[in-house]
């Protein structure tokens, strides 16, 4: 039986990188709307800035945005964007399943995991997150993408390492 649709507004950006529902949060002024500017010059699409409207279908949640703003990006510095003007009429796309979560934070704290794992619950569904400092001096950007191909893939690098380290530690005990 179909669970019926539900209806759930967010504060942030949804953009559509490499057909990836990518949700970005973070305090105001962090510079949400500034990454997706970015993002945009780098070719991928808008789908929602400032207010995103969530609807969950059974475990599929799609993201829109309010009509009245659709097609613009607020920015701090340049005012109010038509995304459709300034870029392209493929810049700008009405909806998107949501994949991905990514908050943008002034620092991150040091954590012993190799391989974080964190999740963000939006509408009863835990998606993935990945929490971004805006102070590091590798591109947000290549964060982003090394981090999306790595979801991508079934290869676990900690547990490979560990494996390493524990045929080592037997080698090392036999000598």
Known sequence: MTKPKTLNC????????N???????????????SFALELLH??????????????RNDNVITGSCPQ??????????LGLIAITQVFSLEA???????????ELKPSIENTSDLSPSLSHE????????LQLSINSPASLYHRLLTWLTIQSTDYMAEQDLKKRQQRQMNIDQNN
């Open 19 to 33: 057909d990836h529902g990518v949700f970005i949060i973070g305090q105001a002024g962090i510079g949400k709307s």
């Open 68 to 77: 009245m703003s659709a097609g613009f990006l607020h920015s701090r510095e």
């Open 42 to 55: 780098l070719g991928h699409q808008l789908i929602a800035d400032d207010v995103v409207e969530f609807k």
């Open 92 to 102: 700008f796309i009405q909806q998107h399943t949501l994949d991905y979560i990514i």
């Open 10 to 17: 967010h504060h942030g950006v949804l953009m559509n990188i």
């Open 122 to 129: 939006i509408l009863g569904i835990n998606l993935p997150l």
